[in-house]
């Protein structure tokens, strides 16, 4: 064990592919502005995930914003999302002025809880916003969640921005949604720098939703508006990063499973850290999330050993933003316990066996 170790939580990875995408591209009198690298860049996606329509955004959350205008929500109106989520899954209805509701999730995947979004239900509810977490999809399945937008007619947006790459059944993450949302941020399995795209079925809400990003117009270079619409464009820059960065998808998924199934085996019997567990074979853990013992002392622990380490969202509710009364058991669990270890696909086997020892150093030196 080599000591100290500098190992990131997360750091993106660029290289050659992205480069010479970015270079032949220069080489052509571009306008930068999102066209023809974009359009391919979407259909590269949609073709991926078997959807029949991509729009890409800025980012990950106006992508939600996005979806959740393009249904019509707005001020007042409330949509369900989970307690446990990046903050950008309620940030994003609330700057259309409606109100995120909580609810807590299940504690082993983390994905929202079915039973308290329907007794979250009223009449004001107009969308249920579902976060697949780590790409997890809930144990009751999504088609749980497909069933109950059914039967109530309220609309369910896929937030899968951890979940490119993560699959039930023989659907990717986010096609039991109308529509679903996926981030393409530095720490994401594939990244832009920043990114978001929307992928759909329905000819009529991706229409809408392509005139939103676009000032409300049907086609660039004209000044008539149909509705009204916003910027929230991509470039051509972003595009040539993300299609060398979509060729590189399938072996990153399976770096992704194998550095999983690597901890998993080093960690085994280690009393005090419990990894969350995946439907491996569909699912491509973004994140290596972990509950641990002692957490806060594990985190420093590491972090003298140059080990990188971020805690998992604390509850929402709770946090200055919202202030929100409820109870939340489980999430409040994984703001007190819940950690990421290193996760990045360029991650050795010999640093996941280094981290590891360490971690059963912790628990060895405090029992
Ligand atoms: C579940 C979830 N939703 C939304 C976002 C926001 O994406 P972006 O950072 O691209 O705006 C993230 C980003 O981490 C996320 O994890």
Redesign the pocket.
């Known amino acids: 064990m080599s000591n100290p170790l500098s190992i990131p939580q997360m750091r993106p990875l660029f290289g050659a592919e992205e480069k010479a995408e970015l270079m032949a591209y220069l080489e052509e009198d571009g306008f930068f502005t999102e066209f023809k690298k974009t359009e391919a860049f979407e259909r590269m996606i949609a073709d991926y995930v078997g959807a029949r329509h991509c729009i890409v955004v800025n ?3 106006v992508s ?1 914003t996005l979806a959740a205008a393009a249904l019509g929500i707005g001020h007042g109106d409330e949509v369900i999302v989970p307690n446990y ?2 903050i ?2 309620p940030n994003s209805v609330k700057m259309l002025g409606a109100v995120p509701v909580f609810v807590d999730v299940e504690p082993e995947t983390l994905v929202m809880d079915i039973a308290l979004a329907r007794a979250a239900i009223t009449s004001r509810t107009k969308a249920i916003m579902l ?1 697949s977490a780590n790409g997890r999809a809930p144990r009751v399945g999504i088609d749980a969640f497909e069933t109950l937008s059914r039967e109530t007619g309220i609309p369910l947006i896929e ?1 899968a ?2 979940s490119l790459g993560s699959f039930y059944d023989d659907r990717h993450v986010g096609r039991a949604g109308l529509v679903a949302s996926l ?3 530095a720490p994401k399995i594939i990244s832009t720098g ?3 795209a929307l992928f759909t079925d329905d000819d009529a809400l991706a229409t809408k939703l392509r005139r939103l990003k676009d000032f409300g117009r049907s086609s660039g270079g004209t000044d008539v508006h149909e509705s009204i619409g916003y910027n929230f464009k991509f470039t051509e820059l972003q595009a040539c990063v993300g299609l060398a960065q979509m060729r590189q998808l399938p072996g990153r998924v399976e770096r992704k499973k194998a550095i999983w199934k690597r901890y998993r085996d080093k960690l085994e019997g280690c009393q005090g850290v419990r990894l969350f567990d995946h439907d491996i074979k569909r699912c491509a853990p973004w994140f290596i999330d972990c509950m641990a013992d002692g957490r806060d002392g594990l985190v420093s622990h590491l972090a003298k050993a140059g080990i990188g380490t971020r805690t998992m969202y604390p509850p929402i509710n709770a946090q200055q933003a919202y202030r929100v009364e409820g109870y939340f058991p489980v999430a409040e669990e994984v703001g007190r316990r819940g950690l990421w270890l290193p996760s990045m696909v360029q991650l050795t086997d010999a640093q996941i066996d280094d981290i590891c020892a360490y971690i059963r150093l912790y628990y060895d030196e405090k029992h």
Do not use: C, R
């Open positions: 980012n990950g959350t939600l989520t990046m950008a899954t976060v937030d921005a951890q981030s393409f941020s920043q990114g978001g």
